[in-house]
């Protein structure tokens, strides 16, 4: 049995081979990172055509992200703002119109339905126009008798606000079989079903092909950088096969060959980022106004860009550039070690 001295000699050797073990994986790691970083510089011309192509890739992927979200957002704002109107005769009474409601407030689709009757009707419309005093003039003008005559042509109506504008059958099939509807429809205007539609119909299509395409554009960009960088490492692997031999014949481990190249396409993936970042944060200040003069939703991107998680916006450009050159540079290694050792 070991006396307790030989013991504690052996406990402190173990120490000792662990925290040089540590050590001595800090310093590889820190050369590691310095040849990576000399040999990102010493094959500049390579780098710069891997770091634009990750680039775009980068900028591809976040219009494709932006685009669908705008769009998305664009058409849900529009439905939420349209209101399906009916109108009935102007001689429909306040009582009608409220059984009326109540009839519509059971059907699940409907969130609200509002109605006014003909001197609501007219009310509105004097505030709308309260900035014309001559037509306000002459509508209060008592030897003119306007108002009457306003009443007795303006149609009762009744707004609604509905949760699927896309469905409208079981509202469509209310008002065409239920009897007080069908009594008091005024025949000489439609309800407002189709209103805005087709406008929201082109957008929900276009933010649909912004997604499908730009999935198909996008996975074609990150192909052709994980081409280009793995292609580039394969060259700067070619440059220094004497250098890699000769580590090899010292015992120099695979982490400590093949970290540098790594470290290379990595660098290559936090210049892309920053730049396709950089890039896309410019473009969106220029096109911002544009858009928003057009009708497109912004806000969740404007939300993200004036405020902090910018930060974390620039920090997923950089990952995924990174994750990029990684996968590219692994690949690259693996196959030159692969075809070495046979």
């Not at 394969?234 to 540098?260: H, N, T």
């Not at 860009?305 to 620039?314: A, D, G, Q, R």
Request: include cysteine; hydrophobic fraction near 45%.
């Amino acid at each position: 049995m070991k006396s307790s001295a030989e013991k504690k000699i052996t406990k402190k050797h173990l120490k000792t081979l662990t925290k040089n073990g540590r050590t001595k994986k800090i310093r590889n790691s820190i050369r590691i990172a310095k040849y990576g970083t000399v040999n990102f510089g010493r094959n500049i011309w390579l780098s710069a055509a891997a770091t634009l192509i990750m680039t775009l890739t980068l900028v591809v992927l976040a219009i494709t992200l932006t685009a669908t979200i705008v769009l998305s957002e664009t058409a849900d704002a529009m439905r939420n703002k349209i209101d399906i109107t009916l109108f009935f005769r102007p001689e429909t009474d306040e009582e009608t119109l409220q059984k009326m409601q109540a009839t519509m407030l059971n059907d699940p689709n409907v969130k609200s339905a509002e109605i006014r009757t003909s001197e609501q009707e007219y009310e509105n419309f004097l505030k709308e126009n309260a900035d014309n005093e001559v037509l306000i003039e002459t509508l209060e003008d008592p030897d003119m008798d306007m108002r009457e005559t306003m009443i007795a042509t303006m149609q009762s109506t009744m707004r609604l606000k509905v949760y699927n504008t896309d469905d409208l059958s079981s509202i469509k099939n209310t008002v065409a079989s239920n009897i007080d509807f069908v009594k008091n429809l005024d025949e000489n205007e439609e309800p407002t079903y189709d209103v805005n539609q087709a406008e929201i119909a082109t957008i929900t299509r276009w933010a649909r092909i912004a997604k499908t395409g730009g999935i198909a554009l996008s996975i074609v960009f990150v192909f052709i950088s994980i081409l280009v960088i793995f292609n580039t490492i394969r060259m700067a692997i070619f440059s220094r096969r004497e250098e890699i031999y000769m580590m090899k014949l010292v015992g120099a481990d695979k982490y400590f060959i093949r970290g540098p190249f790594i470290v290379e396409a990595q660098l290559c993936g936090i210049v892309s980022g920053l730049i396709a970042a950089g890039i896309c944060y410019a473009g969106f200040r220029f096109m911002e106004p544009k858009l928003i003069a057009y009708g497109i939703n912004m806000t969740t991107i404007t939300n993200i860009i004036e405020t902090n998680k910018i930060i974390y916006l620039v920090l997923s450009f950089i990952v995924l550039g990174m994750l990029i050159g990684t996968i590219s540079a692994k690949l690259a290694v693996h196959k030159y070690m692969r075809n070495t050792a046979k």
